[in-house]
């Protein structure tokens, strides 16, 4: 955990934890939300068949990515998942979405 820290830049146990617990919140959450955006969108497996579960997780990405820093900020740890989704989606190649100063 030590590691971790280090890593994340943190430096109590309970802020580790806090993290942990918006990461659930926010994966259970985003999967629960999934099926009525899925239903709204009128995207159904009959309809779509084998590509239903891809086309869901398209829709889980974004969706995850809003709640994470909307539950990070919930419970205090804006500045933590802000820095967090900027870093990932430097990763994947959206990093022109963030101006640097």
Same mark, same amino acid.
């Given at each position: 955990?030590?590691? $971790?820290?280090?890593?994340?830049? =943190?430096?109590?146990?309970?802020? &580790?934890?806090? =993290?942990?617990? /918006?990461? +659930? ?5 985003? +999967? ?9 969108? *009128? ?5 779509? *068949?084998? %590509? %239903?579960?891809?086309?869901?997780? &398209? $829709?889980?990405?974004? &969706?995850?990515? /809003? $709640?994470?820093?909307? =539950? *990070? ?6 500045? %933590? ?7 990932? &989606?430097?990763?994947?190649? $959206?990093? %022109? ?5």
């Amino acid at each position: 955990m030590e590691k $971790l820290k280090q890593r994340w830049g =943190i430096q109590s146990n309970f802020q &580790l934890t806090i =993290i942990f617990i /918006v990461f +659930a919140i926010t994966g259970s959450a985003s +999967a629960m939300a999934s099926k009525p955006v899925c239903v709204w969108l *009128g995207i159904t497996k009959d309809d779509f *068949g084998f %590509f %239903f579960t891809p086309i869901r997780l &398209l $829709l889980i990405f974004p &969706l995850y990515q /809003v $709640l994470l820093v909307s =539950i *990070g900020f919930l419970f205090g740890q804006f500045t %933590f998942f802000w820095q967090f989704e900027k870093k990932l &989606l430097r990763q994947i190649g $959206l990093g %022109f979405l963030f101006k640097e100063k």
